[in-house]
């Protein structure tokens, strides 16, 4: 009975692992290429879920095409942020741009709620299921986390294997050397801002499939979070670390939530949710650097 | 070929160049010497444009370059090969060159280029695969060179590239360089802290002191002025 259990929530666990790998991949691809830890990661995250909910909604438009319509509006966003706020401060000391991505993150819940309210929303995509012997899944679920595969894969083979890419790699090892090569390296930045955010908006989307009734403006925060504990277990600056760290996380924060409950007399939901706080307080005493530290 | 006037620059608001003019002629070598902290690094990265000048001007091939973005210049054929490498130590060693011609004129030569630094460097070829961070520093020097040969320059700068190496790579260094003027017909502008030989590989040198140009000359004179070595050069 309890390996049924454990068995499903892993299942679970690992699918939403990948979705968290590729809300993960944009934090480190920020943070390798321009230095900065996006504060406001999270919030982007919020928009792409209720870019989802709108097109679906409104507009009746499946999940599907959002994943297309959040890259673009999250690269627009990246475009706009980085061109407005983040070019000047890269140079500036870690407090200013911790900041500034502190201070987007707020403007972007404020805005969510000016526009939509504070209440909790959802909506069901029905695409059938999957009965397993152990769990049931429902389809919305697998379709999420192939996408999540699909865009992991998608950013591997245009780090490892375009001009572009490999301008990215060469800017994150060592920024003066790529700028000797002839890289704009300016551009540079800016691009990956872009496409890091966009992933993130992107990641948004593949999330609703996973909170039925989730969708809030303040919904964000609790994934940066998960983010940060991610991106350390990753190692930072890369982004494919970033995807399989994430896959880990899923299954620990599932198979975790399963064997809380056995314990009697606690929530187990509540533990789960702080157990963000014990990863990243049990690697920051492994990993002293901690999060700023490169390597 | 390369005419420097009055530039300054320095970082943040602190001012390191106080108004250096020089000039580098096409097919020569030219030497700029100076103590440390002189700002010989801050001149190389301000005619780059990873500094930004805030006042002078910059001429290349009898165009004016002041404010053109590093990689339009890396487009014109100027190179650095800049102190401390700043090499891609996680990237094999042709992933590196890769990079060196990352320029659109420069890709569609990369075989001819390869074939040359590959020719220049032979021990190059045979670490072609090994990450760059695995090589001995004498070879890590000629890889930073072979990729600022790379970028098909017309016009190379070298910060310091003898720095650290011992004696016997320090002659290798210098007989590279010499090849690339003699052979190549490359231009350089070469910064060192090895007085001696600079003056011996040198047609032309500056001296540069707290920003400013002090000395220029042929090597012959610097050499034969007691004055200018003891005040200048320490030797
Ligand atoms: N990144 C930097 N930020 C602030 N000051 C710097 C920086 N790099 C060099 N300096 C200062 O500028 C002056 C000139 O340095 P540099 O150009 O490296 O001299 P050189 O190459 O002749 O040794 C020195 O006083 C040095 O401390
Ligand atoms: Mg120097």
Redesign the interface.
């Known amino acids: 009975m309890i390996f049924e259990l454990l068995a499903g929530n892993l299942t679970h666990g690992l699918l939403l692992g990948g979705v968290y790998g590729v809300a993960t991949m944009g934090l480190s691809l920020i943070f390798g290429v321009i230095n900065v830890v996006n504060v406001g990661h999270g919030q982007f995250i919020m928009v792409g879920a209720f870019v989802t909910l709108i097109l679906f909604t409104a507009l009746g438009l499946s999940p599907v095409i959002a994943i297309p319509v959040a890259l673009i509006i999250g690269m627009a966003l990246g475009f706009l942020f980085f061109y407005t706020v983040m070019r000047k401060l890269i140079k500036a000391p870690e407090l200013a741009s911790l900041l500034a991505t502190f201070a987007v993150g707020i403007l972007l819940e404020e805005l969510a709620k000016l526009i939509f309210g504070a209440d909790f929303r959802g909506y069901y995509w029905d695409v059938g299921k999957i009965i397993l012997p152990f769990t049931t899944i429902p389809m919305s679920k697998l379709y999420a986390f192939i996408g999540s595969i699909a865009i992991a894969l998608f950013l591997y083979f245009w780090f490892s294997k375009t ?1 572009s890419g ?2 990215v ?2 800017v994150i ?2 920024s ?11 551009w540079i930045y800016a691009l990956s801002f872009a496409i890091g955010i966009g992933i993130t908006v992107m990641s948004g989307v593949l999330l609703t499939m996973f909170i039925p009734v989730g969708i809030n403006p303040y919904m964000g925060g609790a994934y940066t979070l998960k983010a940060f504990v991610i991106a350390v277990l990753g190692g930072l600056t890369s982004p494919y670390g970033a995807f399989f760290a994430g896959l880990i996380f899923g299954l620990v924060e599932n198979g975790a939530y399963t064997l809380f409950a056995l314990i009697p007399g606690v929530a187990p939901f509540s533990l789960t949710v702080s157990l963000a706080f014990w990863m990243l307080f049990f690697l920051l005493l492994v990993k002293p650097t901690g999060l700023l530290g490169k390597k | 070929m390369l005419k420097v006037e009055n530039i300054e620059s320095g970082y943040g608001s602190m001012q390191v160049l106080w108004g250096p003019s020089l000039e580098v002629k096409k097919g020569s070598i030219t030497s700029l010497l100076g103590p440390n902290g002189a700002g010989k690094t801050t001149l190389l990265m301000t005619i ?1 444009g ?1 500094i930004e000048p805030w006042g002078g001007k910059i001429t290349y091939e009898d165009r004016e370059v002041t404010h053109l ?3 339009k210049k ?2 014109l054929g100027i ?4 102190e401390g ?7 094999s060693v042709h ?1 590196n060159l ?3 011609a ?2 659109k004129e ?1 890709l569609k030569n990369i075989d001819d280029s390869l074939e040359l630094v590959y020719s220049l460097f032979p021990v190059l070829k045979e670490r072609d695969r090994q990450k760059a961070g695995t090589l001995s520093g004498g070879e890590q020097q000629m890889l930073t060179i072979a ?2 040969i790379m ?1 098909k320059p017309k016009m190379i700068m070298l910060d310091e590239p003898s720095q650290g190496l011992a004696p016997k790579l320090v002659a290798e260094v210098f007989e590279t360089i010499q090849k690339l003027e003699a052979e190549f017909g490359l231009t350089i502008l070469l910064v060192e802290q090895n007085v001696v030989a600079s003056l011996n590989a040198a047609s032309y040198v500056y001296i540069l002191h707290e920003g400013r140009i002090k000395v220029e000359g042929n090597p012959e004179d610097i050499r034969g002025s007691a004055d200018i070595r003891e005040a200048y050069l320490g030797i």
């Open positions: 001009r490999t301008a790699r060469s090892e060592d003066e050397g790529a700028r000797v090569c002839g890289v704009n390296v300016d | 780059l990873s973005p590093t990689h890396v487009d190179s650095l090969v800049p490498k700043h090499l891609f130590v996680d990237m992933e890769v990079m060196g990352y320029r420069a990729r600022a970028t």
